[in-house]
């Protein structure tokens, strides 16, 4: 998985745990919804910059990088780099 998928399914993960949909994240984070929208919707125009993935995690109260990371805390095992 890519940086950029990891960022799409960890903001899903945020939409989920907060019971909110693209347009109230949108207004929580002071973004524009056709914005977001192409950010995390169902199909993916746009990658989240680092300025927003990091804006996210604040406002949600998540760690910096928790975007980034995996649900193991970002620790790989893999020695191959597939």
């Not at 899903?12 to 907060?18: A, F, K, S, T, V």
């Not at 929580?28 to 990091?54: T, V």
């Amino acid at each position: 998985m890519n940086g950029q998928d990891m960022r799409w399914h960890k903001a899903q993960q945020l939409l989920d745990e907060n019971a909110l949909d693209v347009a109230t994240m949108a207004a929580c984070l002071g973004q524009a919804e056709d914005k977001l929208e192409g950010m995390l919707g169902a199909d993916p125009r746009r990658a989240i910059p680092d300025k927003l993935a990091r804006l996210m995690e604040q406002t949600f109260s998540k760690p910096e990088g928790w975007l980034d990371q995996g649900d193991d805390g970002g620790i790989s095992y893999d020695l191959f780099g597939e």
